[in-house]
């Protein structure tokens, strides 16, 4: 007996040893470490952590992660300097021979010591910043202040992408997108170590949404103009001014935009503003090739945003479009190609890389077009077929539409991408039907797209962030490190894990359960929490008083309601949920331009519970615990049996409350779901 139990404890000790010495795993980063080597304890940051930079290269990195560390509740001092203490982070300004521009080390023992150029440093810093939000958890993420440690795991990490390009193309031509939230947008790229980002800045509408009339189908050019006064999309754009330093502020974070004038095709906007620049033969949307204004009025466009010491397209690289022309006639598809080469060389005179769609397959011909220093977008293989791409000698973006195109609720492409498979199956070695052999060198990276294809159709900025931003991370994942290191289930929960990056909160994601009540909604009110996300329910007593509200002669017509038009019992800077909206008096919201109702208001001395749940495809009313409408997807059948659909969502403001508040409003509450 005696003999068993020493043999049992020399078991056990045998065991505890093996316990303390067992490696670190590797911790869970969108997208994966490339190479890491764990060590077996643990690194704490304190308040007398300091964060060091040894040349004034790495500085933007030192203090982007101190501001960040900042969001999660820990203040760090940042300094110059090339010793560091215990559980100091120390950047070294080291290229990465092995590893390229972007690659970085870091070692984590009795300190972080991070060797790497900028870029890589910046990567390195959002490799530090997702430890740290794994540890704390989604819910916390970095937007709420927790008394939780500051880990790291100790081991060594070597990071490199696999892929120079790794991005995203967003449509801004067809609905307008606020730059504010085009920047959050950036910061989560960097987040998720995405390095481009294309900026789609004009395009048109389905004429048969809009009776097959091009005077009235929808065109938009978004960047102001002063060469050309009212080409200006008056619904929304960008002056010349924000959108360069947005440029330039996204560089500092490691995130290159593309600037997009597409033309000959998708150029309704110019031909609204002038229309003899526009094809009566394939459609006003076409630049008229025969037309000797067209290429001195391209010429003068581009030049608006390219020429002088401080261009508004300040980044590298610039976008033609060049996709999509008809290839009706030979004579004009040799006229398409004449032009697509001059605008090359134009940009290229200017100091860029000119980027185009790829469509030389479809249309062949004879005139030459450039092809060295080319960045061409493999989106369809119809429109050019990569193998004949690459013997030509250009240089591939993949980008195919049947795998990594959304159009938001249009029918047609993806809603949401396949996630899973994209995580499984796609690299961008993957175009259209054709896998090449991995990290081909004609190959550069890969990026996804959301077009607005159906404008009109109630899709606002927050339903394009909830389709984005899974992509993102699924993108992000596949661009750096194309074999997977974690089974596709684990990846996703995990992944649910990890937000927006620091102090971005768009998806308006918390805790499941009560995020906030009030027993009392005062008039002229704010609140802390700006907006909720999908899925959630607001709930609140509501007492009108016993008279009606003042009404004009204009809106006699119109039913009494108990407050006055306009009135919102919550807005934030992008809606407004009103309990009398600003046309019929009745419930309901507006955001992006829309306004949607309920068929129920607010009657003089009336007394209801009144109920709203979310979600990203329909917003549901309750009144008195009965569900009294539901706004759904609705159908639009334009011609040619073109068939949208109406979206008509809300992230659910919360911000403030209007001042002009009659009501009583009691028992708020605002859960989470």
Sequence with gaps: MKRLSSLLLLSLLALSLNAKTEANPRPFTI???????????TLVLTPKSRILYSDSRLRTA?????ADLQHAGLQLTVTEGHKAADTDILFLYKPQKQLGEEGYTMDIARCVRVEATERGAMHAVQTLLQIVEGNRGAAQAFNQQAAQAFSFPQGKIADRPDYKIRGFMLDCGRKYIPLSYIR?????????????????????????????????????????????????????????????????????????????????????CFSHYRP?????????????????????????LFAEYLEGPEPVFAGPRVHIGTDEYSNKKQDITERFRALADHLIHTVESYGKQPCVWGSLTHSRGTTPVKVENVLMYAWYNGYAEPDSMMQLGYQL??????????????????????????????????IGKKRFQEYDPHIEGGMFALWNDHVGNGISVADIHHRTFPALQAMAE????????RTCDEWLRLASGIGEGPGINDLGRYPKGTVLSEATVKPASTRAVPFIGWPYRISFDIETPATAAATTTASAALPLTAEDRGTALFRDD???????????????FARDGYLFTF???????????????????????????????????????????????????????????????????????????
């Excluded at 997208?31 to 304890?41: D, L, V």
């Excluded at 003899?276 to 003068?300: A, I, Q, R």
């Excluded at 980008?399 to 396949?418: C, E, H, S, T, W």
């Excluded at 596949?478 to 290191?485: G, I, P, Y």
Aim: charged share 25%; with cysteine.
């Design 574 to 588: 992008e809606a407004e949920f009103y309990l009398s909206d600003p046309a019929s008096g009745r419930i309901g």
């Design 276 to 300: 003899s620049l526009g094809s009566k033969e394939f459609g006003m949307d076409h630049l008229e090739l025969t037309n000797p204004e067209v290429v001195p009025f391209v010429d003068s």
């Design 397 to 430: 973006v993949s980008i195919p539409d049947r795998f990594l195109y959304i159009v938001p609720a249009a029918g047609y492409y993806y809603d949401y991408l396949n996630i899973p498979y994209i995580y499984k199956e796609w690299t961008p070695a993957q």
């Design 184 to 268: 959050n947008l950036v910061r989560t790229m960097a987040y998720y170590k995405l390095n481009t980002l294309n900026v789609h800045l004009n395009d048109n509408a389905m004429r048969q949404l809009f009776h097959n009339n091009w005077d009235e189908t929808y065109a938009a050019f978004r960047m102001e103009s002063e060469r050309f006064p009212g080409l200006t999309a008056e619904d929304g754009h960008y002056t010349k001014a924000e959108f360069r330093q947005f440029i330039l502020d996204a560089a500092k974070l490691g995130v290159e935009i593309i600037p997009e004038i597409d033309v000959p095709a998708h150029s309704l």
């Design 62 to 66: 030192a203090e982007l992660l101190a």
């Design 31 to 41: 997208p994966a470490i490339h190479e890491w080597k764990g060590g077996t304890g």
């Design 478 to 485: 596949k661009c750096w490190k194309t074999d997977s290191v």
């Design 599 to 673: 068929r129920h208001s607010l009657q003089p001395g009336v007394k209801e519970h009144i109920s709203i749940e979310g979600d990203n495809r329909e917003t549901r009313l309750y009144v008195n615990g009965k569900l009294t409408e539901t706004l759904g997807r609705s159908e639009y059948i334009g011609l040619e049996n073109r068939k949208m659909y109406i979206n008509r969502t809300l992230r659910f403001p919360l911000q403030r409350t209007d001042g002009n508040l009659r009501s009583r409003v009691t028992n708020l509450q605002v859960e989470s779901r």
